[in-house]
């Protein structure tokens, strides 16, 4: 069984920054994706960046030069660094992963999600 364990969220001031972890186990799939969504009240969830097996990256505009996501094979981590952070970064942040090589925002690619890590940006 695939289980996805975030960890790492908090307050943080805005222009600060924050290191998302996704610790993802029991994946089998040579080829697989495993994405960061974030979904802020009352918002729909979005797709902030996504990784591929082959090290592929992917980024959503509103992060594109300072997010960072990055993983460590050995262990099936996968990293979110969040730099610069903003008050709209405020969201309950999922990470996701799915049987694909290719990054996708398509949420039906994803089989397995976690249970999420807020992250809150003051102002």
């Known amino acids: 069984q695939v289980q996805l364990v975030e960890s790492g969220g908090g307050l943080v001031q805005t222009g600060g920054s924050l290191r998302l972890s996704c610790a993802a186990s029991g994946i089998t799939s040579g080829n697989y994706i495993i994405g960061w969504f974030r979904q802020a009240p009352g918002k729909e969830r979005e797709g902030v960046s996504c990784?591929?097996?082959?090290?592929?990256?992917d980024y959503g505009d509103s992060v594109k030069g300072r997010f960072t996501i990055s993983k460590v094979n050995a262990k099936n981590t996968v990293f979110l660094e969040m730099n610069n952070l903003k008050p709209e970064d405020t969201a309950l942040y999922y990470c996701?992963?799915?049987?694909?090589?290719?990054?996708?925002?398509?949420?039906?690619?994803?089989?397995?999600w976690g249970q999420g890590t807020q992250v809150t940006v003051s102002s």
């Open positions: 990784i591929s097996s082959d090290g592929s990256t």
């Open positions: 996701a992963t799915g049987p694909w090589l290719i990054c996708t925002w398509y949420e039906g690619h994803y089989d397995y």
